[in-house]
């Protein structure tokens, strides 16, 4: 409603906005985000068409034609992008371009140019970003002419990381039989873009990708590289299922099982069978920690008596179970969940362990989520940030960051409830979770 009453306001507003606009005596000098918005709110052609008119002009100071360009990039005509990849400023061309990628993936959009002559010089650039940026359009788009060049750029081990990884993103927009193929030798390797080319490869053949992960998880023994794995199988609609296929033959080792749940935990997409895998991967034991109500009051005695929570702040802490990424206490920790600063002294024990053991019982105000399934399999989870006619965003838990996605290529959409998983405490001993919530109960408390 609010978004809708701004567009209306300012759509009313527009003869009064829009005149000294085109006059150039509209006074927006050092407010560039607040003459973004009118543009976008507006929207319209002749305000999109003033802003053209206006590029046109060489008396534009920098930061208004950079508003003006990223302006036409969300909100202009595919024709507009071409006018960013012909600009003469390096600097602000390299700037622009990460913007003008996530515009075209998002609206899958194409500009009526010859784009193998507007891309290749870009792509020979000695700026890193601008060629980074060129050959992933160059696969979003499709550009047949400069496949070769993305593919040598992908395999070309002496080339800077940046760009290989983004030709190997760039190899997967052409999502053919030659890209799956050069993509699954890629991944194959145990090279520092492994974990690039299994991403690129799983939006593509998920299956293929993961039979490949199974067998060269061993290869893989940084932590970063493995949450980009994982988090690659985990945005995918079937990307859980599919792994707990193939771990279930080929177990994972210790640490990408470690890491596989952390990132499961901490993000809401828990999967009860590849949970199991990677548990007894990582070497710990389940524990069945459902409780009765009457259960639950004996056991909220023994936190009382016997909890300890030193030892319960040392286990909120483990990697596997992801609370501290979620959750912060005193401005330590993350923000994916609400803050547990106070959580003992507004909440009783029986609460606190009823509220780990049920996640979906009661969720505070602000964070139902809500989960979105796109018709090309990706999967997100999490927070409403707003929604226009044409698109949500989202906060993504996965990726903790808001993600853009078109109404028009949403498959459904569906609230979710908590993203903290049922079972969490599955992993601890009777002890440990006795600790824990001895911990948690006290937070918020004076000593």
């Known amino acids: 409603f609010i978004t809708y009453a701004l567009n209306q306001a300012v759509f009313a507003l527009k003869p009064f906005w829009l005149e000294p606009f085109k006059s150039g005596k509209l006074n927006l000098e050092n407010k560039p985000a607040r003459l973004k918005f009118l543009i976008q709110a507006d929207g ?30 969300d909100t202009g005509e595919p024709n507009d992008f071409a006018a960013v990849l012909k600009l003469t400023d390096a600097d602000l061309q390299a700037r622009l371009l990460p913007a003008l990628t996530t515009a075209v993936r998002l609206r899958n959009a194409r500009p009526n140019a010859d784009l193998t002559a507007l891309l290749k010089p870009l792509i020979e650039s000695q700026q890193f970003e601008t060629r980074s940026e060129s050959l992933k359009l160059a696969g979003l788009w499709k550009v047949e002419p400069l496949r070769a060049v993305v593919e040598n750029f992908a395999l070309n081990a002496p080339e800077d990381e940046k760009v290989r990884r983004s030709a190997i993103e760039a190899l997967a927009g052409f999502a053919d039989d030659a890209s799956r193929k050069t993509l699954g030798k890629l991944s194959s390797e145990n090279t520092s873009v492994q974990s690039a080319a299994l991403v ?18 061993s290869n893989v023994n940084d932590e970063a ?12 609609q079937t990307g859980a299922e599919i792994l707990a296929q193939v771990f279930g033959k080929r177990p994972p080792t210790k640490i990408a099982a470690e890491v596989g749940l952390r990132l499961m935990n901490s993000s809401g997409r828990r ?93 505070k105000e602000g964070f139902l989520s809500i989960s979105i399934t796109m018709k ?31 109404r028009d290529a949403i498959q459904e959409k569906k609230q979710n409830g908590s993203v903290m998983p049922t079972g969490l405490a599955d992993t601890l001993t009777r002890t440990e979770f006795r600790d824990l919530v001895r911990f ?8």
Do not use: W
Not at 201 to 217: K, P, Y
Not at 225 to 236: G, M, N, P, V, Y
Not at 440 to 447: F, P, R, V
């Open 200 to 217: 690129a490869l799983c939006s593509l053949d998920v299956t293929n990708a993961a039979q490949i992960f199974s067998e060269t998880v």
């Open 376 to 406: 090309d399999g990706e999967e997100y989870q999490g927070y409403l940030v707003r929604e226009t006619a044409d698109e949500i965003i989202l906060r993504d838990v996965l990726q903790n960051k808001e993600v853009r996605l078109r």
């Open 271 to 363: 999967h009860e069978g590849l949970a199991r895998i990677l548990t007894e991967a990582a070497g710990l034991n389940l524990q069945n920690q459902r409780m009765t109500p009457a259960e639950i009051a004996t056991f909220a005695g023994e936190v009382r008596t016997r909890g300890d929570a030193k030892h319960g702040a040392e286990i909120f802490r483990r990697a596997e179970l992801g609370c501290a990424v979620c959750h912060a206490v005193n401005g330590q920790g993350g923000n994916l969940g609400p803050d547990l600063s106070a959580l003992g002294s507004a909440q009783p024990v029986e609460f606190i362990i009823g509220a780990i053991l049920d996640p979906q019982k009661e969720i």
């Open 440 to 447: 948690l109960s006290e937070l918020g408390k004076t000593k």
């Open 225 to 236: 590289a493995l949450t980009e794995i994982f988090s690659a199988f985990f945005q995918r």
């Open 44 to 73: 319209t052609s002749d305000t999109l068409q003033v802003v053209r008119d206006s590029l046109k002009s060489p008396q534009l100071d920098l930061t208004t034609r950079e508003t003006f360009l990223r302006a036409l990039i």
